[in-house]
């Protein structure tokens, strides 16, 4: 079991497995990003239309995940090895394998330890232990044992990212317009993969406007004063700007684009009571039948007549100043009337829900502190062996640094002229 947990372990790491990974990933990015270019192509293959939010996208993510995950723990296994490895090596074996080595001697015997003690502390900037063995003085310093955290970091953050982007692909962007004093309620939205979504909550527009800068016509931005509606009542009033927007219930509401004039249709509803409602909907907007659930859109709109499209049940009836009614029996008691069209000055605005940003925002600064670590942070290692004898004091140095190995060679020569001064 435990060899097979090993291959598994071994192949869930590859280094080839992240490349085929990510070479599928950008090719399923680079079809997105070439179908928004050529609108034909979308049309001939509508699947090409939401890659980056299908299934496949979001299973090649989850095995990177599961990669990221597998190298991670494989160098962690192998660190922990390592270590243990080193804790359990003989001094004398230590040295042997050390790559950097420097072999001296020094007349003095009594003051040598004290001074070599001394320079290394000063020049390495590190505390030395010192060690005695069988007719030896060991003096050990180590820096950066914590080093190999960088690597982890790194990892870690590129699988915060990872996931993040997950996360995303089932969040959506939806822009819709609306009116000075109109309200969308409920609010509904399309997902990524055209699903509608019910908000659960409405959207009143107080006011939107375009300020200038003071004395000339220089525009300064767009801003619209928006409301949450919750049953009808107000919870939640503020001024939104492009980089300022309005957060509520894990959705965020941009200014998108400045006002525009849009061609609308006043449709009166008479209910089964004998109540009016006025629905007033640009071409192609979806409005909900009052005192139902049952999404309506209006569309092609033409000289004196439209299309109202039931979506749940599927139906389909044209409307003018004549009153229509549906066959369905949900909607048959309902009558629509063509009151006629106007034109509306419109705000535009983006509804974003990114469930996945924070982890994206936290896996940039991790990934940034991590690389900084692995890149500018090195493991060092000094070993210093001294034997006394008769003629002096035979000092052997070996030393080992991960990274700007020639700097540490130059602080070793450094603590060898200061002995070699004695």
């Known amino acids: ?57 979001v299973g090649l993510l989850i095995l990177f995940c599961v990669n990221l995950l597998a190298c991670s723990l494989t160098h962690l296994l192998s660190t922990i090895k390592t270590a243990k490895a080193a804790r359990q090596t003989p001094y004398d074996a230590a040295l042997e394998n050390m790559p950097i080595k420097k072999s001296f001697s020094c007349n003095a015997s009594d003051t040598v330890l004290e001074r070599l003690t001394a320079s290394v502390s000063r020049r390495i900037h590190a505390p030395a232990c010192h060690t005695d063995t069988d007719g030896a003085d060991w003096i050990s310093v180590e820096q950066g044992r914590f080093a190999s955290i960088g690597f ?99 959705i965020s509401i941009y200014q998108n684009r400045f006002s525009r004039e849009i061609k609308h249709a006043r449709i009166v509803i008479t209910a089964p009571d004998k109540g009016q409602h006025i629905v007033e909907v640009k071409n192609g907007q979806t409005f909900t039948v009052p005192g139902t659930r049952i999404p309506v859109r209006a569309t092609s709109f033409k000289k004196e007549s439209l299309q109202l499209i039931s979506l749940a049940p599927r139906a389909r009836l044209w409307i003018s100043k004549n009153t229509g009614a549906f066959t369905e029996p949900d909607l048959k008691k309902y009558r629509f009337t063509l009151q006629g069209f106007f034109t509306r000055e419109m705000t535009n605005l983006k509804i ?26 090195s493991h060092r290692r000094l070993l210093i062996k001294t034997t006394s004898g ?33």
């Open 352 to 377: 974003i829900k990114d469930p996945g940003r924070i982890l994206v925002w936290y896996g940039f600064l991790s990934m940034i502190a991590g690389f900084g670590i692995m890149f500018f942070y």
């Open 390 to 422: 008769p003629d002096g004091t035979s000092i052997v140095i070996g030393a080992s640094a991960t990274k700007n190995r020639a700097a540490f060679k130059k602080r070793i020569a450094h603590i060898q002229q200061d002995i070699e001064r004695i």
């Open 152 to 250: 982890y970091l790194a990892h870690l953050s590129l699988l915060s990212l990872v996931i993040g982007v997950i996360l995303s692909t089932q969040g959506f962007h939806y822009l819709i317009d609306i009116g000075k004093n109109q309200t969308i309620d409920p609010l509904l939205v399309v997902d990524n993969n055209k699903n509608r979504i019910n908000l659960g909550f409405g959207l009143h527009c107080e006011t939107f406007s375009v300020p200038h800068q003071p004395g000339s016509q220089e525009t300064v931005g767009h801003q619209s004063t928006l409301s949450i509606l919750e049953d009808g009542k107000k919870t939640r009033t503020k001024t939104i700007t492009f980089g300022n927007p309005l957060n509520y219930s894990g």
């Open 1 to 57: 079991m435990k060899k097979h947990l090993k291959k598994a372990l071994h192949c869930a790491s590859s280094i080839n497995l992240t490349i085929i990974l990510l070479c599928l990933i950008g090719l399923l990015v680079l079809i997105q990003n070439s179908v928004q270019i050529v609108p034909k192509a979308a049309t001939a293959w509508p699947i090409l239309k939401n890659l980056t939010s299908s299934n496949l996208f």
